[in-house]
């Protein structure tokens, strides 16, 4: 049987080892930098001089059947979990209202918006109604905002409980997250909120002097981070699934005082986070940056696991990009994507009084027709199983003929192999951050 290295492979050389990644099956290998050199040479030789080797990266997928179309996996994968899914991804906003004013914030907040009872049995009918007609398997239920704890007792919770109920007595799994400043979070709400198979995105802006320059109260201006701080403690010590994923806004200030903020959560249980750093997106990136490569090194060498830029092995570029997938603001008005204003020019339909989520057809007809990486940047990529191309609502801003503008790799602050092994270490880290306890 004739055979061949995988498309989607990277080989980073590391002194007298070389690291083997596959972006399309998520493996790893670690082989000797001679048996690199013969497999540049060739395969026979390799498969002969090294016959244990060979089946490993066999097994791994390192080395594929000459005959298997990768492009044909990628599309099958993709038209299987953006068509063929049968979880529901459904957010919430219920309100777009918030506490803070964050300068970097993208959303107009509405003041005093909330959601009010009409909506919330309408949403109740949509899942009944999917449950009934058997359309889901399961839900993923999210709440974003403005600030989706405000008014946490008479929106958030008892809709989250309905929903809850409605899926226990289906049979089907159930899980809950909250994407917060955390700030409303006490411990009465830590107690309810432990019901919900919850899970949270936290963001912090760098260590305290940093971060309370732009995580303030509106109404009295107070900084927030030790209360931050202490709320992530909580919630992992007290919530026993409980997964936080900690994101890290950053800039060059951020970046120079992160010391500070890795001390203040060394006591935190590994198992229960993870370490995320995104840039401000109003501010320039680096070609090669060293500081954001040293604060990634110091999370990891700290037992972290760690993540940087958004790809991971997937099927889509963006749930966007899934049949289904719905937003659902506190009025009603439904959305696909949570990356732009809620407003009237993006909306894509309309939560109507029988749970039935009437959709623009036209608009998301333009967003599910063509998959995001069908173009030639994309399908020459080693990158595309874990990015899968500019999202839609990125392509439909640029156009077709602009797609190297929005291209992921254009925001990556690091060689190509520094992130492959940042991906490897996270890996292994996540198979032994139970140790960290």
């Known amino acids: 049987m004739n055979m061949k290295i995988s498309q989607y492979v990277y080989f980073i050389e590391k002194k007298n080892k070389v690291l083997c990644y596959s972006t399309l099956y998520n493996e790893v290998a670690l082989i000797s930098l001679n048996a690199y050199k013969t497999i540049e040479k060739s395969l026979d030789e390799f498969k002969e001089k090294f016959p244990n080797v060979y089946s490993s990266l066999v097994a791994n997928k390192i080395i594929i059947e000459d005959e298997v179309n990768e492009i044909d996996i990628i599309r099958c994968r993709n038209k299987s979990e953006t068509f063929y899914s049968r979880n529901f991804d459904l957010t919430l906003l219920p309100s777009l209202d918030c506490n803070l004013r964050c300068w970097y914030c993208y959303e107009d907040h509405v003041r005093n918006s909330r959601m009010g009872r009409d909506v919330q049995n309408n949403i109740v009918k949509l899942i009944r109604n999917k449950i009934g007609r058997k359309e889901i398997d399961s839900l993923s239920l999210n709440f974003y905002g403005g600030e989706p704890l405000l ?45 919900l198979n919850v899970g949270f995105q936290i963001t912090l802006d760098g260590h305290k002097e940093k971060h309370n320059k732009i995580r303030f109260k509106k109404s009295n201006q107070e900084g927030t981070y030790q209360q931050i701080i202490d709320t992530i403690h909580k919630i992992t010590s007290r919530i026993e699934n409980v997964f936080v994923n900690i994101r890290i806004n950053y800039d060059e200030q951020t970046l120079q005082n992160i010391d500070g903020l890795l001390e203040d959560l060394l006591e935190i249980d590994r198992s229960k986070v993870n370490i995320h750093f995104e840039r401000v997106w109003q501010t320039n990136t680096v070609s090669d940056n060293e500081i954001l490569k040293r604060a990634i090194y110091l999370f990891m060498m700290n037992g972290f696991k760690t993540t940087y830029v958004n790809w991971h092995p997937r099927g889509f570029a963006c749930k966007a990009e899934c049949l289904n997938q719905a937003i659902v603001s506190y009025d009603g008005k439904v959305y696909k994507c949570t990356g732009r204003n809620f407003t009237e020019e993006h909306c894509d339909g309309i939560l109507d009084d029988d749970g039935n989520i009437q959709w623009k057809t036209g608009r998301l007809e333009r967003r599910l027709a063509k998959a995001t990486f069908e173009n030639p940047m994309c399908l020459a990529c080693k990158m595309l199983p874990l990015c899968m191309g500019p999202c839609s609502q990125k392509q439909i801003d640029v156009g077709s003929d602009h797609l190297r503008q929005v291209c992921s790799k254009n925001v990556l602050e690091m060689q190509m192999n520094d992130y492959i092994e940042y991906v490897c270490n996270n890996m292994l880290i996540s198979n032994q951050s139970k140790k960290y306890k």
């Open 151 to 195: 008014d946490f007792d008479d929106i958030a919770y008892p809709v989250s409980i309905a929903l809850k109920s409605l899926c226990e007595e289906a049979g089907i799994p159930f899980s809950t997250f909250f994407t917060t400043n955390s700030t409303f979070i006490d411990d009465n709400m830590i107690h309810k909120l432990a019901e």
